[in-house]
């Protein structure tokens, strides 16, 4: 940690930060990027705080070009929140430029670093609290998606190529089970097995997409409840954050994301799974919220698909934690050697639950399609 903080006393000096530094802390409970709360004591200001990130840059290879789409989306967010009425400042991310103009900095180890603006009197939860925070963070998705319906999807670069290509995952899957570089196969047969019965799964996205029932979109693609910002006082999801994977992709996805994490009973990570289950009454309300928040943008195809987009970003998800058991854990970040193992088992057993209430789901979409 002593050395982490080192890091981050280098890296502020390449930013204009001028005031003494008071504090600084590891912050929030991302899988990705190392994130920092840095508090300045400024003259006639008081304490100021700073978000300070060091970028994955194993998962995003190219920094440069995901922070040209992170200005690129807040910029036009800004323009549109203003038109809106609303407060730039509180309702997207402000990146804040290096002293030489970039919108990141590199350390003496070759890591790239970006400063954004804290967002002050928000909070993003790894559970939902009441049922009002979930039913307005599935509005702020859905006016998230609202929001960037006419952004140039063409100017956007593929942070993370085929990132929510379920059928290119499944493939990945294989090879890792075939390799078993960490000899952990044999343990974990169940999971395994699971996942391989459910090719169907893996592919069904795909095949909607190609055969053009369901459009490209610009979209979030990581839309768990910890990425937006609910207001402390209105309780109104105000700020969608996390914008390195805003990419082309399908609003089923974007939907589906927040139902897995935000629907669950439990947390992410919970190892009593008798504690896991999708809440029918939770996925009613983000549905309410989401199709409310997209205002009539979505098509018949996409609405009826709300489902199948809930169980396959589960199934991607649990997949991709075993995969990273599989392969030793190099992509999420973990506390503990089998942590992907209990994430997955979260996920798989959602999978499962979803299954049972696969019909009460569809009834419960069914009465938003008109
Ligand atoms: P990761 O990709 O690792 O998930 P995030 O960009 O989501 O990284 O940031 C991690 C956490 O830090 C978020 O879940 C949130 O709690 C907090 N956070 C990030 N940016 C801000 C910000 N501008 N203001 C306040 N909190 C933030
Ligand atoms: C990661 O960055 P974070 O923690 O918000 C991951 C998502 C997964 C999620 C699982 C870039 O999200 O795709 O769904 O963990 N982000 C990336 O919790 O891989
Ligand atoms: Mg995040």
């Given amino acids: 940690m002593m050395n982490n903080h080192l890091k981050v006393k280098e890296v502020i000096n390449q930013f204009d930060f001028s005031g003494e530094l008071f504090t600084i802390e590891p912050f929030g409970s991302g899988h990705i990027n190392d994130t920092y709360l840095v508090k300045f004591k400024i003259k006639h200001m008081g304490i100021v705080p700073v978000i300070l990130q060091r970028m994955n840059t194993k998962i995003f290879i190219n920094p440069e070009q995901l922070m040209e789409n992170i200005l690129n989306v807040t910029a036009f967010l800004r323009k549109k929140i203003i038109e809106n009425g609303g407060d730039p400042e509180r309702e997207t991310l402000t990146v804040i430029l290096a002293k030489d103009g970039k919108p990141y ?20 939860y790894d559970e939902v609290r009441t049922e009002e925070d979930f039913y307005q963070s599935g509005l702020a998705f859905g006016k998230f998606q609202n929001l960037l319906s006419d952004y140039p999807a063409s100017t ?55 055969n053009g029932e369901l459009p490209l979109r610009v979209t979030h693609n990581d839309t768990k409840l910890n990425n937006i910002l609910i207001d402390d006082k209105t309780h109104e999801g105000i700020c969608i954050i996390d914008l390195d994977t805003v990419m082309p992709g399908l609003v089923v996805n974007d939907f589906g994301d927040s139902i897995r994490f935000g629907a669950s009973t439990a947390l992410e990570d919970e190892k009593d799974l008798s504690k896991v289950e999708c809440d029918m009454h939770l ?32 199934f991607e998800c649990g ?11 190099t992509y999420f970040k973990i506390q503990y050697p089998t942590h992907n193992l209990v994430r997955c088992r979260t996920q798989l057993k959602l999978v499962s639950d979803m299954e049972k209430k696969w019909n009460q789901m569809n009834e419960i979409v069914a009465k938003y399609t008109n």
């Fill in 105 to 124: 900095c590199k350390d003496s180890d070759g890591d790239y670093w970006r400063a954004y603006h804290f967002i002050v009197g928000a909070t993003g």
């Fill in 156 to 210: 956007l670069h593929e942070t993370i190529a085929d990132f929510h290509n379920t059928k290119a995952r499944f493939e990945v899957f294989k090879t890792a089970v075939e390799e078993d570089k960490m000899h952990r196969a044999k343990d974990v047969q169940d999971e395994i097995q699971f996942i391989l019965q459910r090719e169907d799964i893996a592919n069904i996205l795909t095949e909607m997409q190609e």
């Fill in 283 to 314: 996925f009613e309300v983000y549905t309410k919220g989401f199709l409310e928040g997209c205002q009539g943008k979505l098509t018949l195809s996409e609405i009826k698909a709300l489902p199948i987009g809930a169980k396959v970003m589960t």
């Fill in 319 to 329: 997949m991709r934690f075993l995969t990273d058991y599989l392969q030793g854990d």
